[in-house]
């Protein structure tokens, strides 16, 4: 039996899709939650945040395509200049530079861990942009963008199953291929926090 809080779940339910009127539905999950388990009615909540985001981005296809847009910005802005600090960690990483009497240099593997470092916090600025951008709408316009990055990762398991022959899994590319599945999960984690409110 599940013994989650009622208003919590409206709650929860209202601050992820703003625009949609839950009311009638949550009394029914309420009424229904004494006698079901708490998968079912975590799934409820679950189907409802589909149901009424898909809603929510039928009636405004314009802002879902700037939403979009936004989260490429976000990765050009942030990523462009990770690029050039790229590049400057390689350099560091696999010689180092000589200033002085000094030598500045990284270990050999900084090079190879820096982009499950950048890219995540990359993708999680991403979804704090497009709901800062969007608040009323909640997560709404969150998924058009997670569903197009959900593409990367089908993309990069392909080309490891192609070359998976001459491809070690060294614990850099293993970090690389967590990196790159978690990052729609990064894109949600940045978008709930854009949504916690500001203490005053």
């Known amino acids: 039996m599940t013994t989650v809080p009622p208003v919590y779940a409206a709650r929860l339910l209202k601050r992820l899709v ?3 009127d839950f009311d009638a539905l949550l009394g029914d ?7 079901r388990s708490r998968l079912w009615y975590w799934t409820q909540l679950a189907a409802a945040f589909v149901v009424g985001s898909w809603r929510d981005i039928r009636r405004h296809p314009p802002l879902a395509l700037r939403a979009i847009g936004i989260g490429i910005a976000t990765l050009v802005v942030v990523l462009a200049p990770a690029s050039a600090m790229l590049r400057v960690v390689r350099v560091l990483s696999e010689g180092g530079y000589y200033l002085g009497p000094y030598w500045l240099t990284l270990p050999p593997n900084a090079f190879r861990w820096l982009p499950a470092v950048v890219n995540p916090l990359a993708f999680a600025g991403s979804g704090w942009a497009i709901v800062r951008v969007h608040r009323a709408h909640g997560i709404t316009l969150l998924v058009p963008w997670t569903l197009i990055v959900c593409g990367l990762p089908v993309i990069m398991l392909l080309l490891i199953f ?3 022959q001459s491809l070690p ?6 970090g690389g291929i967590v990196s790159t599945l978690s990052l729609p999960v990064w894109i949600l984690v940045g978008g709930a926090l854009a949504l916690v409110p500001r203490r005053r």
């Open 29 to 35: 999950i309420t009424e229904e939650a004494p006698h």
């Open 169 to 174: 899994l060294t614990a850099p590319v293993v």
């Open 18 to 20: 703003p625009t949609q």
């Open 162 to 164: 192609r070359d998976a």
